[in-house]
Structure formats: structure tokens, C-alpha cells
């Protein structure tokens, strides 16, 4: 059974990092394009970071350009998120999401199958 888990959320101070990971199990990730998406209470999900199945693609959205990096390790099977200079704004839960795709170098922040359950991040002022 494929499972998507993420993990290092929680909260912190403004202008601090955190970094969230997203475990694979039940398949493996090298032929998927693998994203994160973040939703916000009473807002609509967003898609914040994709990166594609070569690993040499990427895709952010403005708000978090320069500030987040999307990274995967493909032999241990894992998604990451490297989040810098947090801020209150960017506090929602943070979802991973997978879409097989075969090798390409592209991705966009559209259409995953695959989800997690998300985890909290906090971020105070």
C-alpha cells in the first residue's frame, strides 16, 4: 500500500527555518514528480514547491522564492523542505504529494494523485 508521511513540523519564531520531510513507502519515488502544497485555515490549498522525477527541475511559488528549497533522496526514498526566514504568513498544514510521470526534468503544481496527512507548521511574530 503506497503511504506518503510527512514529519518536522511544528511551531517556530518569525525569521527562523524548519525542515519537513516526507517519507514514500509501498513504492518507490524515482519515477515520480513529487511536490509540496501547504493550505491555510479558510483558505484554498496551494501548491508551494515541486521538483521533477530527474531531480533537476523545480517549481516554487513567488511567495516562497528564495526562502525554500524542495529537495529529494531518491534512495532513501525521501521528499524534503528546507524552509528559511519563516513567516507568519506561511503558517498552514504542509501536504506531499506524488504523481508518477515517468523520467522527465519538468514539474507544475497541478494534478498529484498521491497525498500525505499533512503536518502543522506554526510560525509566531
Known amino acids: 500500500q503506497s503511504q506518503l508521511v510527512e514529519s518536522g513540523g511544528g511551531l517556530v519564531q518569525a525569521g527562523r527555518s524548519l525542515k519537513l520531510s516526507c517519507a514514500a513507502s509501498?513504492?518507490?519515488?524515482?519515477?515520480?514528480?513529487m511536490a509540496w502544497f501547504r493550505q491555510a485555515p479558510g483558505k484554498e490549498r496551494e501548491g508551494v514547491a515541486c521538483?521533477?522525477?530527474?531531480?533537476?527541475?523545480?517549481q516554487y511559488a513567488e511567495s516562497v522564492k528564495g526562502r525554500f528549497t524542495i529537495a529529494r533522496e531518491n534512495a532513501k526514498n525521501i521528499l524534503y523542505l528546507q524552509m528559511n526566514s519563516l513567516k507568519p504568513e506561511d503558517t498552514a498544514v504542509y501536504y506531499c504529494a506524488a504523481k508518477y510521470t515517468g523520467w522527465t526534468s519538468i514539474c507544475q503544481l497541478n494534478d498529484y494523485d498521491d497525498w500525505g496527512q499533512g503536518t502543522q507548521v506554526t510560525v509566531s511574530s
Open positions: 509501498g513504492f518507490t519515488l524515482d519515477y515520480y514528480t
Open positions: 521538483i521533477s522525477s530527474s531531480g533537476n527541475g523545480w
